[in-house]
């Protein structure tokens, strides 16, 4: 599937897309996205600045094609929580702590990514896109595990998602609750969500 934020024309493969996303990812390490320009990020890659506003409308969409790297291991995560078998209690706990380990990781990228959520509508909706990617498989299980006079299971999935995001930015950006807190009172609220009791 194509990425959202590729501009190029379809079935045009070229490497210099991801020299110029690995570039980006290089610098947003060492500094915010407000302070690293095109020129630096051109350079770094070995492109023209014309190449790279042939890939991406400006940085935020840069960001957010770097941001679709987290989305896809959390995929994974999510895929092993929502088919898998076993105990509940494990697979919300293992689904959690994947899903922060993976913020963990790409902690510049998320970063940069709210930083340019905020002034720009176009990546919103990427981002609003990439979560609610993972709503169909979540109301599948809530539907599966509640019965059936229960509230409507994507409105749950959706608003268990949203608390998600809301938990990754708390521990990334820092607050009073460890990430071990974060983790277990979220476990909490998933598992009493979908299956009625903390098991």
Do not use: C
């Not at 095109?38 to 790279?52: D, K, L, P, Y």
């Not at 959390?74 to 913020?103: K, Q």
């Not at 959520?117 to 169909?136: E, H, K, M």
């Amino acid at each position: 599937m194509r990425s959202p934020t590729d501009r190029r024309p379809a079935l045009r493969s070229d490497e210099r897309r991801e020299a110029i996303l690995d570039a980006l990812d290089g610098w947003l390490q060492e500094s915010s996205l407000d302070a690293v320009n095109v020129a630096e990020i051109t350079a770094q890659a070995g492109v023209t600045r014309s190449a790279f506003y042939f890939y991406f409308e400006n940085k935020a969409a840069a960001v957010a094609a770097l941001i679709e790297r987290l989305v896809a291991e959390v995929f994974v995560v999510s895929d092993e929580f929502t088919t898998g078998s076993g105990d509940p209690r494990e697979r919300v706990y293992a689904m959690l702590e994947g899903l922060f380990d993976s913020a963990d990781r790409y902690r510049h990228v998320f970063s940069a990514m709210l930083e340019a959520r905020g002034s720009s509508a176009a990546v919103r909706q990427i981002w609003d896109d990439g979560r609610d990617a993972f709503t169909p498989s979540v109301t599948e299980l809530i539907r599966a595990e509640r019965s059936a006079d229960s509230p409507d299971p994507e409105v749950l999935a959706a608003v268990l998602l949203e608390f998600n995001d809301r938990m990754v930015e708390r521990f990334l950006f820092g607050g009073a609750l460890t990430r071990d807190q974060l983790i277990d009172g979220a476990a909490a609220i998933w598992l009493s969500t979908i299956y009625g009791e903390n098991r």
